[in-house]
């Protein structure tokens, strides 16, 4: 199977060497995305931020034929655990259970960045043939 890079329009461009999602087969992988608005503007604050992210990596994934609902795992990147609630009350718009599994991490971020977030989807059963 090919692998196949996707990006939604009116998001930011990818700030590396990078795609924002990419699909091999049935599984598309979501790159992080963080609180930046399509102008390339940080937005201030975690509660201005993550609901920045969410819609750019679930455009990204749409792009690539996923949605919301097939998203089985997700990964939070945070800078500062005090910012954990009111991420979580902000992820809570965007899942609905059974909720994707989820990890969330504290890391140091580029400059400005409060939270960065990516995310696994199958939007396909696999379906495996057994030889007969």
Do not use: W
């Not at 590396?16 to 604050?45: H, K, W």
């Not at 920045?52 to 997700?74: C, K, M, T, Y």
């Not at 899942?95 to 199958?122: K, N, Q």
Request: aromatic fraction near 8%.
């Amino acid at each position: 199977m090919a692998r196949q890079a996707f990006s939604a329009p009116g998001t930011p461009p990818p700030a590396g060497p990078y795609s924002p999602a990419v699909r091999i087969g049935s599984i598309i992988a979501g790159s992080r995305q963080g609180g930046i608005t399509p102008a390339g503007e940080v937005l201030a604050g975690v509660v201005a931020q993550t609901p920045q992210a969410f819609p750019h990596l679930l455009a990204h994934l749409a792009s690539a034929g996923a949605g919301a609902q097939d998203v089985i795992a997700v990964r939070v990147f945070l800078t500062e655990v005090e910012h954990f609630a009111a991420m979580n009350e902000v992820y809570r718009e965007f899942f609905t259970e059974p909720y994707p599994a989820r990890s969330t991490i504290y890391v140091g971020l580029p400059t400005g960045l409060l939270v960065e977030i990516d995310a696994l989807a199958v939007p396909e059963l696999l379906v495996f043939n057994k030889a007969d």
